[in-house]
């Protein structure tokens, strides 16, 4: 039996049929993989999204009467300071009762004894002197009297220079000088057995004993260390630029870290010095606290060489503008919110310019709201949204550009 003979004519038209739908399939799925492959990939173009405005902080400013908070560093120092020194030679024989480091000594009172036996000899040596000195003028003045009336009987007129030699008178001057000079080492020797007794030139505290009882002194001889209580001084550092703030005579309020959180210390600006500190170039203050260590009134003490902030109490300046530091821009710009919620520039002027706050005395009106954080890259015009409580804080990082 042949091919034909097997299937009839309707079944073997139905097979070439097939066939023929399958090869078009496979070339139609041929022909759309080639063409999505050599077809370039297309992306819908869309319009870029409007921008967020950026939060900001801002602060309405108004002028009003304006002072600086103008603080510094000072290091304290004594006001009065002296090596009280031996003013006659000899064995210093022991120091008065309680004259030791850290004591308060009273004006004029005794702090130190030399021994006075040889003071006390040479003193009654002095006065033997001066007795004999005054005996030896009265047998002069005796022989000018016996003189005199020799003279007068002789009944002649000399010249002034022999009568002067007749009557004694270069004898007489000269016992006169000598008892003036006997008189002289008297007094010496009775004020060196004074000064034997060593006294406070004021009242002071003994910072330190430089020599011990049974040393022997000469004349010069430093024994003790003193510094006087009644006032220090705290020399402080500020800008030159900031000197027209304060006046002399204005209160400074003192404190110091290692006090208590409430301590503080009133003083007063009493000059200002000529010269500039070395190091920073910055001008130096001088500041006069009394009763430095506390000890008639209650207070922390003041302790040489401490290290303390001062406050100064700066005159007060009519229509100046308050504003945080952060706020300024270089070149002293400020950035401002208008009624539109848009970026405005003023460029302003300074009176005072601190770590925290500065004072505007020209150039920003009344009202302003001025951006203190929040801007990266401002420019004028751009919109801004104002932060309302309860918004995201602005980063530190926001507020610098």
């Known amino acids: 039996m042949t091919f034909h003979s097997a299937f009839p004519p309707l079944q073997q038209g139905r097979i070439r049929l097939s066939a023929v739908v399958a090869l078009l399939v496979l070339v139609g799925g041929a022909a759309l993989a080639w063409w999505l492959l050599t077809q370039p990939p297309r992306i819908e173009r869309q319009p870029p999204p409007e921008p967020t405005p950026p939060l900001v902080d801002v602060v309405r400013v ?39 480091p850290g004591q ?20 009654e040596d002095a006065e033997a002197q001066l007795a004999d000195a005054q005996a030896q003028l009265a047998l002069e003045q005796a022989e000018q009297q016996r003189a005199r009336s020799e003279y007068e009987s002789f009944g002649r007129q000399l010249s002034a220079e022999r009568r002067a030699l007749v009557l004694r008178e270069p004898q007489l001057r000269q016992a006169q000088a000598g008892v003036t000079q006997a008189r002289v080492a008297r007094d010496q020797a009775a004020l060196n057995l004074e000064r034997a007794t060593l006294r406070a030139p004021w009242r002071a505290m003994v910072q330190e004993r430089l020599v011990g009882a049974g040393s022997l002194l000469s004349l010069g001889t430093e024994v003790l260390h003193l510094v006087g209580v009644e006032q220090f001084w705290v020399r402080a550092s500020l800008p030159g630029e900031w000197l027209h703030w304060l006046s002399e005579g204005s209160p400074v309020t003192l404190s110091s870290s290692g006090w208590p959180d409430d301590g503080q210390r009133q003083g007063r600006l009493v000059s200002i010095l000529p010269a500039l500190e070395e190091n920073g170039l910055q001008a130096q203050l001088l500041i006069a606290v009394d009763d430095p260590l506390a000890l008639d009134h209650d207070g922390p003490a003041l302790r040489l060489g401490d290290v303390l902030r001062a406050s100064f109490e700066a005159s007060a300046k009519p229509n100046l503008i308050a504003l945080p ?32 706050h ?44």
């Open 62 to 100: 108004s002028a009003a009467e304006q002072s600086p908070d103008l603080q510094g560093f000072g290091r304290v120092e004594a006001e009065q300071e002296t090596m009280l020194a031996s003013r006659v030679a000899g064995q210093l024989e022991r120091f008065a009762e309680g004259v030791r």
């Open 325 to 356: 530091s952060a706020a300024l821009r270089p070149g002293e710009q400020v950035w401002w919110v208008d009624d539109d919620n848009r970026l405005q520039r003023s460029q302003v002027t300074l009176a005072y310019r601190g770590q925290e």
């Open 358 to 401: 500065a004072l505007v005395s020209s150039g920003l009106a009344d009202g302003r709201r001025v951006v203190t954080a929040g801007l990266a890259q401002p420019s004028e015009g751009q919109q801004v949204r104002i932060r309302q409580r309860g918004d995201t804080p602005s980063s530190d990082s926001e507020g610098d550009t």
């Open 104 to 123: 308060v000594v009273e004006q004029n009172a005794a702090i130190a004894y030399i021994d006075q036996a040889d003071l006390q000899l040479a003193l």
